[in-house]
């Protein structure tokens, strides 16, 4: 029975606990007799994982939903304080267990790719590290309480970073224009800040990256996003594909805009807005959409369709937007509970519909994979991730009228444009956090120059105007990926490309691709990225020829449709 998320509750969890119940459980595995014995220990270890993981998301959740509660602020805190200690123990256990003469009995009951996982996780931590762990999180909650500190007037109105959307997707240049410039008028009053910020994290993270033995912060990097089955290598030849099969597409269709909006010349603040009467939006309310996304999914699949009602009915979603609320979407779940949540920030522009078809597609997977033992296996790695939600906003596509009524094709227009247009800049966000990490001494100017290397390169068609101080190189700062989860972008791309392979896919045959999706989410996370991919018959997005097939589809569909 599924309890209703005002009754979940997660008590705060001791490290001194904690350690006695981990130090119980490893003199428990070294004295166990039997196969069956240390499956046991591993279960019990698992239980306590996944306690700690709902405190965590918890307070996490609790937080972003009012950054302005002190004792939601105060938890954070204490969180980010005490997490790193849970790290230490919980690598101490993984450690064990990894060196443990049992290794090959105990894969075989818990499958190999979480050995794989522990392996790289190992390689992140180190007491030595602990502090400087608790730095960075300090760090990241700077960033992220400055971010929500904006207050921008505009229309009369006063706005945070996410209200301010709707006017920098406006159908009135002139009020885009304004947004743009406000937007980067408040990154400029706290200039120092967010240079600051950067440099700092950027230094504690190459001097954690040196303590633990790497070269430089990408190897660490990659360790703690967990990628066993990829290396930089890869990433850099995906990116090269990027560039040469699908940036000359991006340049016709940015083309093709341009015509759309009537202006001369495409500049930045047009960017996000493909005709003259803007924006398809959402015809209702949060309320109202709520209603159309129960009907769309009831429609598609049956599981999913009662999987979202049971979110909606007890209360596992938070969509609206208001004061002191964090920006941004997520999807977060409570292991020991087995039920996901999903947060937004309506604003009244497409996005919304597409945090349903985006957002629940995380949650749906998770859902689905809930039972899988151990709790690695709750989430694959991110990439992964993302294919069940952005291949999600594909297989919505034959439903989006019950949004966007007549401008149903309109949204589907742009919704293949803009996931065209997002891996270019996905892998302009990978590029410059390779160099930034690969050069850690910059100076806050030289990162600059670095973004504006990578957007030449990825985005030819960009052009700030008389924007000076954006256009001096400071998009990136925009993009908190960067600041909070370093080399967490590229997944995006990756996953993208899947997901439009599965567009491409749906449009000969919606069954098929359907139940290959569903089959994908069951899977959870017992596999690493290129196995999940290729068991659902994708293209590996890092094997060459990935994107061939979409752009081909996609440059004919544009050519005779749109
Ligand atoms: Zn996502």
Redesign the pocket.
């Known amino acids: 029975m599924v309890p209703d998320f005002k009754d979940i509750q997660a008590n705060r969890p001791s490290v001194e606990i904690t350690s006695d119940q981990i130090a119980a459980l490893q003199e428990q595995f070294k004295k166990a007799g039997s196969a069956e014995d240390r499956h046991q220990c591993i279960m019990q270890w698992d239980a306590l994982r996944r306690n700690l993981d709902t405190w965590e998301s918890l307070t996490h959740l609790n937080f972003a939903q009012d950054t302005k509660n002190p004792d939601y602020k105060a938890e954070q805190d204490f969180a980010d304080e005490a997490l790193p200690g849970f790290t230490k123990l919980h690598v101490e256990m993984k450690r064990m267990l990894l060196e443990s003469e049992h290794r090959s009995e105990l894969s075989n009951a818990i499958g190999e790719h979480a050995f794989r996982l522990w392996e790289s996780d190992i390689k992140t931590f180190d007491p030595a590290v602990k502090e400087d762990l608790v730095q960075e999180a300090k760090l990241k909650a700077e960033y992220i309480e400055l971010m929500a500190s904006a207050k921008i007037e505009i229309d009369g109105k006063t706005v945070n970073l996410s209200g301010l959307q709707p006017y920098i997707t406006h159908q009135d240049r002139e009020l885009r224009y304004e947004a743009v410039t406000k937007r980067w008028d408040f990154f400029k009053e706290h200039q120092e800040r967010f240079d600051g910020i950067y440099a700092e994290l950027t230094a504690l993270r190459t001097k954690m990256s040196t303590a633990l033995g790497f070269e430089n912060y990408v190897g660490l990097g990659y360790a703690r996003m967990q990628r066993v089955d990829y290396n930089a290598e890869d990433v850099a030849r995906f990116r090269k594909q990027v560039v040469e099969d699908l940036v000359p597409l991006c340049v016709e269709l940015r083309e093709k805009q341009r015509e759309a909006l009537g202006v001369e010349k495409l500049m930045y603040w047009d960017e996000a807005v493909h005709s003259k009467i803007g924006n398809p939006k959402p015809q209702g309310d949060g309320a109202w959409m709520v209603e159309q996304a129960r009907t769309m999914f009831s429609e598609m699949n049956p599981e999913l369709g009662d999987f979202f009602n049971m979110m909606a009915d007890k209360g596992y979603l938070d969509l609206e937007t208001r004061d002191g609320k964090a920006g941004g979407g997520?999807?977060t779940s409570f292991p020991s509970v087995g039920v996901p949540f999903v947060f937004a920030n309506f604003n009244g522009t497409k996005h919304d519909a597409e945090v349903f078809t985006?957002?629940i597609?995380?949650a749906f997977q998770n859902w689905c994979s809930r039972k899988h033992q151990p709790l690695d296996y709750l989430w694959p790695t991110y990439e992964s991730?993302?294919i069940h939600?952005?291949s999600l906003e594909f297989l919505c596509w034959p439903h989006m009228e019950l949004f966007f009524k007549e401008n149903a094709d309109e949204f589907r227009r742009l919704h293949l444009t803009e996931s065209l247009f997002f891996i270019p800049y996905g892998v302009a966000v990978d590029d410059f956090q390779h160099r930034i990490y690969e050069n850690p001494n910059a100076t806050p100017e030289e990162r600059h120059a670095m973004w504006r290397e990578c957007e030449k390169l990825y985005m030819p068609w960009r052009d700030y105007g008389d924007l000076d101080f954006v256009g001096e190189g400071r998009r990136w700062q925009l993009q908190r990926h960067i600041y909070l989860m370093p080399f967490y972008y590229i997944d995006?791309t990756l996953a993208q490309t899947c997901a439009l392979q599965y567009w491409v896919r749906a449009e000969s045959d919606r069954d098929e691709a359907m139940t290959s999706y569903v089959e994908l989410c069951k899977q959870g996370g017992k596999e690493a990225f290129q196995t999940l991919a290729r068991s659902a018959n994708l293209v590996s997005p890092l094997e060459d020829g990935c994107l061939k097939e979409v752009v081909a589809k996609a440059r004919k569909l544009f050519e005779e449709q749109y």
Do not use: L, Q
């Open positions: 997520f999807c985006h957002e597609g995380h991730c993302e939600s952005m995006y």
